[in-house]
């Protein structure tokens, strides 16, 4: 390996572990409360040493955010089968509980991000209106395919599909142990379909 490629991976690695450490930090204390010089010491590096990798703490937010996106993109991939879709969101909810700091960084974040000033503001906007979309199209392949009760409204089930999403993450960041996020969730969609979501 070269210098040049050496180097490279170690800036790549750097990059991630200070992202980690804003992750976490974010997810117990807020966006705002956080501070470059405490994610800098919780990533064991300095305040300029952080500042090389990420200017400001804006673009440090957004690193974060991104990484958790292309998280997800790569792990939960549908396929043109009619209930993927659907399938996908019980299996995101079964790895969100594997992930608690990931949930209370989003449930955070998200309420933060209601200020239009925040810097999240526009990221969640687009975020929440992607996710109806996703929702709302696996919801249609799955009334086209014939698969969904005739009374259910996609547009309002993919809606209340995302509030119990977010909901039940605040329900489990409070109580882990008597919270089953993937559980409930399966319930709920189950009940919106005339076959069932496991077979």
Do not use: C
Not at 89 to 109: R, S, Y
Not at 116 to 138: C, K, L, N
């Amino acid at each position: 390996m070269s210098g040049r490629t050496n180097g490279y991976a170690r800036g790549r690695a750097r990059r991630d572990q200070i992202i980690e450490a804003a992750t976490e930090l974010f997810a117990r204390t807020g966006y705002r409360t956080a501070t470059i010089l405490e994610i800098a010491d919780h990533a064991g590096i300095s305040r300029t040493g952080l500042l090389h990798h990420f200017a400001s703490k804006e673009l440090l937010l957004e690193a974060v955010l991104a990484k958790r996106d292309l998280d997800n993109d790569a792990r939960f991939v549908t396929t043109d089968e009619p209930l993927s879709g659907v399938r996908r969101l019980v299996d995101l909810a079964e790895h969100n509980a594997t992930v608690p700091h990931i949930v209370g960084l989003f449930a955070v974040l998200s309420a933060e991000s209601g200020d239009p000033g925040h810097p999240a503001h526009a990221y969640f906007v687009q975020r929440y209106q992607r996710t109806y979309d996703s929702f709302a199209a696996s919801l249609q392949r799955v009334q086209e395919a014939g698969l969904l009760a005739p009374d259910v409204d996609v547009d309002h089930a993919a809606r209340a599909l995302i509030a119990l999403m977010d909901g039940l993450q605040v329900q489990w960041l409070l109580q882990p142990d008597a919270i089953d996020m993937a559980a409930d969730l399966r319930a709920e969609i189950q009940r919106l379909l005339l076959v069932p979501l496991d077979d």
